[in-house]
């Protein structure tokens, strides 16, 4: 397996991309995780003309307090991510 993490700060989403070779058949698995600053998200959906806020509802983007990327949140789940996979 394979990670790789992009950090942001306020004006970015966060990523963490895990790539999964299966040797059976030389495929990959690519699983994505994200994370956006809860407070900015309705201002970044406007200002990129994208649906940051039905993302979130439909749990394809984790939140995290405040207006800036909380680092102890991250921490906590990419903890729990590596746990899982």
């Given at each position: 397996?394979?990670?790789?993490?992009?950090?942001?700060s306020t004006?970015?989403?966060?990523?963490?991309?895990?790539?999964?070779?299966?040797?059976?058949?030389?495929s990959?698995d690519?699983?994505?995780?994200?994370?956006?600053?809860?407070?900015?998200?309705?201002e970044?959906?406007?200002?990129?003309k994208?649906d940051?806020?039905g993302w979130?509802r439909?749990?394809?983007?984790?939140?995290?307090?405040?207006?800036?990327?909380?680092?102890?949140?991250?921490?906590?789940?990419?903890?729990?991510?590596?746990?899982?996979?």
């Amino acid at each position: 397996m394979y990670a790789g993490l992009d950090l942001a700060s306020t004006y970015d989403l966060t990523a963490l991309v895990l790539v999964c070779p299966d040797p059976s058949d030389n495929s990959l698995d690519i699983l994505p995780f994200f994370w956006i600053p809860e407070s900015n998200a309705a201002e970044r959906s406007q200002r990129d003309k994208v649906d940051y806020l039905g993302w979130i509802r439909d749990g394809h983007i984790r939140v995290t307090d405040g207006n800036v990327t909380d680092y102890t949140v991250l921490h906590r789940d990419i903890s729990q991510i590596c746990e899982q996979y």
